[in-house]
């Protein structure tokens, strides 16, 4: 079983639309979560960070802990072309370590 | 503030040179980590430097190392390249506390060896 497992895709939404991209792992004792973008040929960038159970909004993006269930999901909201990229779930595993392990990515497509 | 950078960000070797890369961190951050990006591995984490010391190291072998400076900036180098070292070398920094700290990426350094 891989540590952090995502859908790769591509999920494939229209403009408006709300898309929701999905993270499971594996270490019940995973501590902090995080979502980052990247685009095709760029770096990842940070999106949101997420602690604990429950819902993080920032903007047209919402965060989604269930540490019982073991998953992360990010929300977008009125979905743009812009958000077109691939989503990165990174999950802090437990044992003192703080380095993420990300997961292989989400391939979004947003059409107009 | 500015952000994460890396030098070169391209660079072009043959098999059996070595090469060193560059990370500036952001101004305030002591942690540096590196990570290696190619298409069939994603994202893999090949250590992690803070106050000058190797805190975490990922599972890569020793023809990868780096250090860190006193001012936080980071060199990461590999020896006795392989074709197989060619991907995206990623630096991230980070304030560097123990609860999973945000980490923020640079460009990253392209390095394909020929």
């Known amino acids: 079983q891989k540590e952090v497992e995502q859908n790769s895709g591509p999920l494939s939404v229209p403009e408006g639309a709300i898309a929701s991209l999905n993270c499971t792992y594996s270490?019940?004792?995973?501590?902090?979560f995080f979502w980052y973008r990247q685009y095709s040929g760029k770096s990842p960038e940070l999106i949101m960070s997420i602690y604990s159970n429950g819902d993080k909004e920032d903007g047209r993006f919402t965060a989604q802990l269930n540490k019982a269930s073991q998953y992360v999901s990010l929300l977008i909201r009125d979905s743009q072309p812009s958000d077109s990229a691939t989503y990165l779930c990174?999950?802090?595993?437990?044992?003192?370590?703080?380095?993420?392990?990300f997961g292989r990515g989400t391939s979004l497509i947003v059409h107009p | 503030k500015a952000g994460v950078t890396q030098t070169p960000r391209y660079l072009i070797k043959t098999r059996g040179q070595q090469v060193t890369l560059s990370c500036s961190p952001i101004?305030?951050?002591?942690?540096v980590s590196w990570y290696q990006q190619t298409p069939g591995q994603g994202l893999q984490f090949l250590f992690e430097?803070?106050?000058?010391?190797?805190?975490n190291k990922g599972n890569f072998p020793g023809r990868f190392s780096g250090r860190q400076f006193s001012n936080s900036r980071s060199e990461m180098n590999v020896s006795t390249l392989e074709l197989g070292d060619s991907a995206l070398y990623l630096c991230?920094?980070?304030?560097?506390?123990?609860?999973?700290?945000?980490?923020?990426f640079g460009p990253g350094t392209r390095l394909t060896v020929l």
């Open positions: 990174a999950v802090n595993r437990k044992g003192g370590s703080y380095i993420p392990t």
């Open positions: 270490d019940r004792g995973s501590q902090s």
């Open positions: 430097y803070f106050s000058e010391t190797q805190r």
């Open positions: 991230a920094s980070s304030l560097g506390g123990n609860l999973g700290n945000e980490q923020f």
């Open positions: 101004s305030g951050h002591r942690s």
